[in-house]
């Protein structure tokens, strides 16, 4: 029953612009925070953004402050990731995240979609 659905990755050149978009179905998607993972060969996931319930914190991590910019639209159920100035170091899988409090703390992932920045 409950889903998220991330789309938007692809093959960018450096420089480029990507918008990565992840839409949440079968919970209640206003009442939790969201964030971006991401995951390279070799190397650990990581938290690449996370922002509030209601929209008004967000956090990065250092490598992609400036560059990235998560948003979130409560009414359509989606997160957003807008990343500019891509490097082929921000070639990895990217994840979305849910995160809700409550009686019980429940915690929701997608699968997944891949970015490659590469010329």
């Known amino acids: 029953q409950v889903q998220l659905v991330e789309s938007g990755g692809g093959l960018v050149q450096p420089g480029g612009s990507l918008r990565l978009s992840c839409e949440g179905s079968g919970f209640t998607f206003s009442s939790f925070a969201m964030s971006w993972y991401r995951q390279a060969p070799g190397k650990e996931r990581e938290l690449v953004a996370g922002i509030s319930s209601v929209g008004n914190s967000r956090n990065y991590v250092d490598s992609v402050k400036g560059r990235f910019t998560i948003s979130r639209d409560n009414a359509k159920n989606t997160v957003y990731l807008q990343m500019n100035s891509l490097k082929p170091e921000d070639t990895a899988v990217y994840y979305c995240?849910?995160?809700?409090?409550?009686?019980?703390?429940?915690?929701?992932w997608g699968k997944g979609t891949l970015v490659t920045v590469s010329s």
């Open positions: 995240h849910a995160r809700g409090g409550g009686p019980r703390t429940m915690i929701y």
